[in-house]
């Protein structure tokens, strides 16, 4: 069976800081995909990040950046320069063959002014 | 932004009535998904679709039950509500293996 954890169900940050969520998943696939997504209270869920498997290169989209881990089967995401907008719940997904999605019980991350 | 329509947004109800909540996708995107987000328990798989009438449970499929006759419809019914499936609805969908989801604006069934 594919878990999904993550340990830190919430978060805060100060503005313009910079925070680590971490996410940690459990398979003996060796091809996958990791996404983390983004939840603001309006409820959208929103793309942040993929990450291939069988790239070692850490995906990055402009604030956010991933350290994938794949020997410890870690995925956790860095959000640098932490801005009000960013305020949101976070989930870490997994994905192997077959198109089924696993996600995290999420992490609620609060952006002090 | 996918092009994803879920229907009601919003819905209460009372236990026992049947409820079916309706998704509608302008991508032609082969995988469709229905997810229940709880407090504490993130998003939980009810059942996915990945064709015309080709459907299969997730983890949480008890209670539930869906239909896909075309590609851009995928149905999720309740055949008889009850108060635990009070939730917030997600239907999701994408187009090939490995590529992300995309989510509808979700829809708040309140059972009483």
């Known amino acids: 069976a594919q878990t999904v954890t993550q340990s830190q169900p919430e978060m805060s940050v100060q503005e313009a800081e910079t925070v680590t969520l971490s996410c940690t998943y459990d398979t003996s696939e060796n091809n996958y995909y990791l996404f983390w997504y983004k939840q603001p209270p309006s409820r959208q869920m929103i793309l942040v990040i993929r990450?291939?498997?069988?790239?070692?290169q850490n995906a990055t989209e402009n604030r956010f950046s991933v350290n994938f881990q794949k020997a410890a089967k870690s995925f956790s995401l860095k959000i640098s320069d932490s801005q009000l907008g960013d305020t949101a719940m976070y989930f870490c997904?997994?994905?192997?063959?077959?198109?089924?999605?696993?996600f995290g019980t999420g992490t609620s991350l609060t952006v002090i002014p | 932004d996918a092009g994803i329509t879920q229907s009601p947004r919003h819905k209460v109800t009372e236990t026992g009535t049947p409820v079916t909540l309706r998704c509608h996708q302008t991508e032609n995107h082969r995988y469709m998904y229905w997810y229940r987000q709880d407090p504490g328990h993130g998003l939980r798989l009810i059942h996915y679709s990945y064709g015309v009438k080709d459907t299969d449970k997730g983890e949480v499929s008890d209670g539930y039950s869906v239909s896909r006759s075309k590609t851009e419809d995928f149905l999720l019914t309740l055949e008889s509500a009850t108060s635990s499936q009070t939730s917030v609805y997600f239907c999701a969908i994408t187009g090939s293996e490995g590529q992300p989801q995309h989510f509808g604006d979700g829809t708040r069934l309140s059972i009483l």
């Open positions: 997904a997994f994905i192997y063959t077959g198109n089924q999605f696993y």
């Open positions: 990450q291939e498997a069988y790239k070692q």
